[in-house]
């Protein structure tokens, strides 16, 4: 009588929003076992064949319950702008210790705010840490979080991204809900700052492939990434691409910085937004070149990622199109 299969490493995915169900499809497609966490009911989000688990994430014993049995915890979570100063880092600890208790390894999604206004732009893991934004500040305290964390037992291993862009990116800072409908109907896409400045932007399911590489070849553990990424164009150059995809010319657009700052007045999220801009006035380069070297896979290609996008955003937002029109 032959014996039963060894049970399959459980990888746990906390966040539904823009890049977990993305890792827990992958992570599924590879034949590991799967829960998500998010604090909400699931929806369509919640991919065949995983385990779904309601949990708050600022909740330290709902986390502890839903991370039980993980051999990697991956953290996609993170607060709307106008909630980090109260539940950034407090979030971070409690991710932390839950992966602690379960003896996890921590793979961590974060952004590039901690590296403020890089040397001549551009970014690579070595760059010191220099935030120019309070939100900034606040993602090097909990990247130094995560980096001592290493000291008291647990693999942690962060995958730095861009700006979104992909089907599904919602919240991405140019290329999300206000862009899609209006770039449909053929009006310009706005631009929070220099539309020519060379900018990074991270093709969302590059980033979440670039996750589950982290989460499962041993050559990432403990280390810091920067995730696969294009080289950086004028934000002007991509949505003139995009436009190419829509087929028909599409332009950019400068929103003005006055205006911006007078809309932060009577709202709380656009004042938040305001104070990110700086990335946007000069070169914002991200340079992925030691994952490249060291796993063989770079970015998707925009000739692949932006009809894909395109084709998602015709779906999603045909409604939205008519009403900008």
């Given at each position: 009588?032959?014996s039963?299969?060894?049970?399959?490493p459980?990888?746990?995915?906390?966040?539904a929003?823009?890049?977990?169900?993305?890792?827990?499809?992958?992570?599924?497609?590879?034949?590991?076992?799967?829960?998500?966490?998010?604090?909400?009911?699931?929806?369509?989000?919640l991919?065949?064949?995983?385990?779904?688990?309601?949990?708050?994430v600022?909740?330290?014993?709902?986390?502890?319950?839903?991370?039980?049995?993980?051999?990697?915890?991956?953290?996609?979570?993170?607060?709307v702008?106008t909630?980090?100063?109260?539940?950034l880092?407090?979030?971070?600890?409690?991710?932390?210790?839950?992966?602690?208790?379960?003896?996890?390894?921590?793979?961590?999604?974060?952004?590039l705010?901690m590296y403020?206004?890089a040397p001549?732009?551009?970014?690579?893991?070595?760059?010191?840490v220099?935030p120019c934004?309070?939100?900034?500040?606040?993602?090097?305290?909990?990247?130094?979080?995560?980096?001592?964390?290493?000291?008291?037992?647990?693999?942690?291993?962060?995958?730095?991204?861009s700006?979104?862009i992909?089907?599904?990116?919602h919240?991405?800072?140019?290329?999300?809900?206000?862009?899609?409908?209006?770039?449909?109907?053929?009006?310009?896409?706005?631009?929070?700052?220099?539309?020519?400045?060379?900018?990074?932007?991270?093709?969302?399911?590059?980033?979440?492939?670039g996750?589950?590489?982290l989460?499962?070849?041993?050559?990432?553990?403990d280390?810091?990434?920067?995730?696969?990424?294009?080289?950086?164009t004028?934000?002007?150059?991509?949505?003139?691409?995009?436009?190419?995809?829509?087929?028909?010319?599409?332009?950019?657009?400068?929103f003005?910085?006055w205006?911006?700052r007078g809309?932060?007045?009577f709202?709380?999220?656009?004042?938040?937004?305001?104070?990110?801009?700086?990335?946007?006035?000069?070169?914002?380069?991200?340079?992925?070149?030691?994952?490249?070297?060291?796993?063989?896979?770079?970015?998707?290609?925009?000739a692949?990622?932006?009809?894909?996008?395109v084709?998602?955003?015709?779906?999603?937002?045909?409604?939205g199109?008519?009403?900008?029109?």
């Amino acid at each position: 009588m032959s014996s039963p299969p060894p049970p399959r490493p459980l990888h746990v995915v906390f966040g539904a929003g823009q890049i977990g169900p993305l890792v827990a499809r992958g992570l599924l497609a590879r034949g590991l076992a799967v829960r998500l966490v998010r604090r909400g009911r699931f929806g369509a989000e919640l991919p065949a064949g995983a385990e779904g688990v309601q949990a708050d994430v600022l909740d330290r014993a709902a986390l502890a319950a839903a991370v039980r049995g993980a051999a990697v915890v991956y953290h996609c979570v993170n607060p709307v702008y106008t909630a980090w100063a109260k539940q950034l880092l407090p979030l971070t600890d409690g991710v932390i210790a839950a992966a602690t208790g379960a003896g996890a390894h921590l793979v961590v999604l974060d952004n590039l705010y901690m590296y403020g206004r890089a040397p001549e732009g551009r970014m690579t893991e070595a760059t010191p840490v220099a935030p120019c934004s309070r939100k900034g500040e606040l993602r090097a305290r909990a990247s130094a979080e995560l980096i001592a964390a290493r000291g008291r037992g647990v693999a942690v291993t962060i995958g730095r991204a861009s700006d979104f862009i992909g089907a599904g990116a919602h919240q991405a800072a140019v290329f999300g809900d206000r862009f899609w409908p209006r770039a449909l109907a053929g009006k310009p896409g706005e631009v929070f700052g220099d539309p020519d400045a060379l900018h990074a932007y991270s093709y969302i399911p590059d980033v979440a492939a670039g996750l589950i590489t982290l989460g499962t070849d041993p050559r990432a553990r403990d280390r810091l990434w920067h995730l696969p990424v294009n080289p950086a164009t004028s934000t002007r150059a991509l949505i003139a691409d995009v436009g190419r995809a829509l087929g028909h010319p599409l332009a950019a657009t400068r929103f003005p910085p006055w205006l911006l700052r007078g809309l932060g007045v009577f709202s709380p999220m656009l004042r938040e937004v305001a104070e990110m801009t700086y990335q946007w006035q000069a070169p914002f380069i991200l340079d992925d070149s030691r994952y490249r070297a060291t796993f063989g896979v770079g970015a998707t290609p925009w000739a692949e990622a932006l009809p894909a996008t395109v084709a998602w955003a015709r779906g999603h937002y045909r409604a939205g199109a008519r009403a900008a029109a």
